[in-house]
């Protein structure tokens, strides 16, 4: 009876001294885009930055001693899909998503992150909507369609003064609001468009929009939408004869681009931001993903970047406290592989704006 309760009061010692002692959990953040579908590319440099990112963190002994641990959302660009991997981040204790990357995906999601207190900083959505409609959690470390359409439009007035010109978007979050801004400078700058088009996401055969296209001797086509359609579009009209040049923005920044559209989209001009892949200050991690069979193309170094915010803000926070992460990413700046940079009232980036890209070879280089 005695060695029954001494082992009893030992197992209680023992309960008490474990609740005493701090235990320490991982961090976890999370990564979000189309894992899956025909935008899976854009899926693939979001999860390649952020997975670079929670090795580099976790080798230096995690933020403030305690481990990242990331976990991946698939949305496939959907946003009913998008508000579910929202939904499953919050069961999860996600503290600060990187993501979503298209448009129509963050917008949706930002919802859930807004009511749940969790930080979201999207390193590709460009909508203008996703920052000035979402709450002081929601930020972007790219551009936006505004500033993009603003450069597009005002080259279109410059470059095809005369001539005639097409503006056709996918009907996307991210399509028509690119084409929409590019059109609304574009004529601001004197010129008026030929054709204005919305076309359907997903199909193969485009061949009746070319033939409208062709019909009206169109000069140049501007795409607001990605480069699954783009280089579908471009064949097409290759294929019928016309040299008509196709112009559109960063959803064409990825080597698929070339892979579906092979010498047919040789010339094809894109808006992007200054390519951080040039900054020298990323020149040690583009070597290293490199090494490891990743060429950081497009958005790669942005989802890296945008969870370097986190990182910072937590140790100039001394937590992962997110209302203590949200007011030092406020008011503070941030060194990343982006260059340094800082979010103004609505959460958008300080960063530089866009500059136009020309495709050649199979490669895109700065004009």
């Known amino acids: 009876m005695l060695r029954i309760m001494k082992k009893s009061l030992t197992l209680i010692a023992s309960i008490f001294l474990l609740g005493s002692i701090t235990v320490k959990a991982d961090i976890i953040v999370a990564s979000a885009g189309p ?3 025909q935008y899976a590319s854009f899926g693939a440099q979001l ?6 990112w929670a090795k580099d963190t976790n080798a230096k002994g995690g933020i403030l001693g305690e481990k990242v641990k990331l976990v991946i959302g698939d949305d496939a660009c959907d946003p009913k899909q998008a508000v579910a991997v929202a939904n ?9 998503v990187a993501g979503h990357f298209c448009s129509g995906s963050s917008i949706p999601a930002s919802k859930v992150y ?9 390193p590709a959505s460009t909508n203008p909507a996703f ?3 979402g709450g002081p959690n929601v930020f972007r ?13 005002a080259f279109l007035a410059k470059e095809y003064k005369g001539k005639k010109v097409a503006i056709i978007h996918d009907k996307t979050a991210y399509g028509k609001g690119l084409a929409d801004a590019t059109k609304k400078n574009m004529n601001k700058g004197g010129l008026k468009e030929t054709m204005y088009e919305a076309f359907t996401a997903g199909e193969k055969d485009y061949s009746a929009l070319v033939s409208k296209l062709k019909s009206n001797n169109i000069d140049a086509v501007y795409l607001g939408g990605y480069h699954t359609e783009g280089g579908l579009i471009v064949r097409q009209m290759r294929d019928q004869g016309m040299n008509t040049k196709l112009i559109s923005g960063d959803a064409l920044v990825t080597a698929e681009y070339w892979q579906i559209t092979g010498d047919a989209g040789e010339g094809t001009l894109m808006t992007f931001s200054p390519d951080p892949r040039n900054n020298p200050e990323a020149a040690p991690l583009v070597k290293k993903f490199k090494a490891a069979g990743i060429e950081p193309e497009g958005y790669v170094l942005y989802s890296y970047a945008a969870l370097q915010v986190f990182e910072q803000a937590a140790k100039a926070a001394g937590s992962v406290d997110r209302a203590k ?6 008011k503070g700046k941030f060194k990343t592989v982006l260059g340094e940079l800082s979010f103004d009232k609505k959460g958008d980036v300080s960063l530089p704006g866009y500059v136009f890209y020309e ?5 895109y280089k700065q004009l």
């Open 114 to 122: 807004t009511e749940e207190g969790i930080i979201q900083v999207s």
């Open 35 to 37: 894992m899956s579908g």
């Open 47 to 52: 999860k390649a930055g952020a997975e670079m």
């Open 141 to 153: 470390v790219c551009g936006r369609d505004d500033q993009q359409g603003e450069v597009a439009g």
């Open 325 to 330: 992460v949200l007011k030092a990413m406020k």
């Open 88 to 96: 499953k981040f919050a069961g999860q204790g996600v503290t600060y």
């Open 131 to 133: 920052t000035d409609e």
């Open 359 to 363: 495709w050649s070879k199979g490669n």
